[in-house]
């Protein structure tokens, strides 16, 4: 199944996730695996930049997609290299371009994200020219794509207490990243972007998590016309995904979901009639969870 992702989720790696010993709701012995978490302090050249709470699985994805969308890093960047250091958890990114974002990192916002995402106070003005492209969307790729991804192996069923964030085009999905923040995930998927030079005028972003202000803007920065989530919406995100033309998608459960932004692009091919209904033990964790 995991033959059709450049990279997927590896539930196995044993640094993601620990075996600790506890009780059940009957006083029973049981034991149960937890998703770690470890800090990765990313530095632009010689300027510490931000300490994120992570998984600890691609840390050069993150640094570089971090950046990125933080307007830090520019596209047009000349990234000399990109070290990490696994014994100090430190990433460098370094540019031929000098950087001081000292200002800058004096405007930094806590989110809502989950595990205390950063972003800075500036982040919105990057949006004010932002018009995304009007690709169609088709229905049918919808529900093919919330199937493969919900079924596919991951640390969700594995141990639970992460988002998925997936790079897709059309059916297909593309680059499957997780971590104990959503927006880590998709900083991920940024740098990964960023790295293979891929295009996004023709992606779809899906996301585990909810579809807050923070989830549109990083989306739309990246310059993907389609973000779509199981999980619902906050009105914030709705107004700046209406303002930047960005297709909206929620609550892709079974049969149903919710479009509240661009929902003309929305091409109706899909015969609901063989879309199977979600039970309620779908995404449950797999047999060697």
């Not at 479009?259 to 209904?277: F, I, K, M, N, Y």
Request: proline share 4%; hydrophobic share 40%.
């Amino acid at each position: 199944m995991t033959a059709r992702f450049s990279i997927a989720p590896n539930p196995a790696d044993p640094r993601l996730t620990r075996a600790v010993e506890g009780v059940d709701h009957e006083g029973n012995p049981t034991t149960l695996n937890v998703v770690m978490e470890r800090p990765l302090t990313i530095y632009l050249n010689r300027q510490e930049i931000v300490t994120a709470m992570t998984i600890g699985d691609y840390p050069e994805y993150l640094a570089l997609g971090f950046l990125l969308n933080q307007g830090m890093l520019r596209h047009d960047d000349d990234v000399t290299a990109v070290d990490f250091d696994e014994e100090l958890d430190v990433v460098v990114v370094r540019t031929a371009r000098e950087t001081d974002y000292e200002d800058k990192l004096k405007k930094k916002t806590r989110t809502s994200g989950c595990a205390v995402g950063t972003v800075f106070g500036d982040m919105m003005e990057g949006l004010a020219d932002v018009r995304l492209p009007a690709t169609p969307v088709r229905t049918s790729w919808l529900y093919a794509l919330a199937h493969e991804i919900n079924t596919a192996p991951s640390l969700y069923l594995e141990a639970g207490a992460i988002h998925g964030t997936v790079l897709c085009q059309q059916d297909r999905p593309l680059v499957y990243m997780e971590d104990v923040g959503r927006h880590n995930a998709v900083d991920k998927v940024a740098g990964w972007m960023f790295r293979e030079g891929a295009g996004a005028e023709d992606k779809i972003l899906y996301t585990t998590g909810r579809l807050t202000s923070e989830m549109v803007i990083k989306t739309a920065q990246m310059g993907i016309p389609v973000l779509a989530s199981r999980s619902g919406f906050t009105a914030w995100g709705v107004e700046i995904a209406r303002q930047v033309g960005l297709t909206l998608i929620g609550r892709m459960r079974g049969k149903r979901f919710v479009c509240l932004s661009g929902a003309e692009r929305l091409e109706w091919d899909a015969d609901l009639a063989s879309v199977a209904e979600e039970d309620t033990k779908h995404r449950r964790k797999s047999a060697h969870g």
